[in-house]
């Protein structure tokens, strides 16, 4: 499946919007998920193939160094009516695949990806709700924030680089939303696990979407099951990247860590 890009849009210093378009969706199809993820596949330059192509085909016929760089991106939002995705990309200058791509992509440039998948929509049933995340999060809980119940407590929890970082949030629950800034901060790594630590978390059955960066992500769910008493069953947590660590880097060792924070809890 590919998209060609319609246009693009900075919506703050780092992230860009890419919004995408054309023949190459005509069969997706949203799952019913605010979390809803494509795996993207980025051609190195000067690949000897076509803009549009298979990604397991290459895999096959072309040697290791043509391969496209696979990532996987939340969707920020799909118009089924115009049949527009849209993709928010956080961009580093020229670090990484995926965002320096998006910073030069042109109306009419071609991203090929494979997907949706998707793992998560707010309980209904949830007494209130809890969103805490970074940059790397910041689609998918817009994406929740517009899909929880009306008048349910919703507390937010996001860390960015300062004020010119934060973007509009909206939801129908009853917002409490605080934004941490990096910049000035003795210890910016340690901004969301103080702020929990901090809260005083409303009554009832909470559900919990918890996503960003490695270390402290480890440190959140730590936090919030063995102090806290939430039950795994109502969080969703993952950790989506490692500072420090090249995103190739970090998906080999991905695996090893995840087991590294459920033996936390041992």
Known sequence: MYGAVVSTERVTPSIVRVVLGGEGLADFAMPAATDAYVNLAIAPPGAPYDAVFDPRQVREEQPREWWPARRRYTVRAWDPASRLLTIDFVVHGDEGVAGPWAAR????????????????????????????????????????????????????????????????????????????????????????????????????????????????????????????GLERSAMSCSPYWRRTMTDEAWRQVKADFVAAMDADLA
């Open 105 to 228: 992509a042109v109306p009419g440039d071609v991203l090929v990806f494979e997907g949706p998948g998707s793992g998560y929509t707010p309980d209904p049933d949830a007494d209130w709700y809890l969103f805490v995340g970074d940059e790397s999060a910041l689609p998918a809980i817009a994406a929740s924030l517009e899909a929880v119940p009306a008048d349910r407590p919703v507390v937010v929890r996001l860390v960015c680089d300062d004020a010119g970082h934060e973007i509009p949030l909206s939801t129908p629950g009853r917002l409490d939303l605080r934004w941490l800034h990096r910049r000035g901060a003795a210890d910016p790594a340690r901004l969301l696990l103080d702020a929990l630590e901090a809260l005083e978390l409303p009554a009832g059955r909470p559900d919990a979407f918890v996503h960003g960066e490695a270390d402290e992500i480890r440190g959140l769910r730590r936090h919030l099951l063995l102090e806290r």
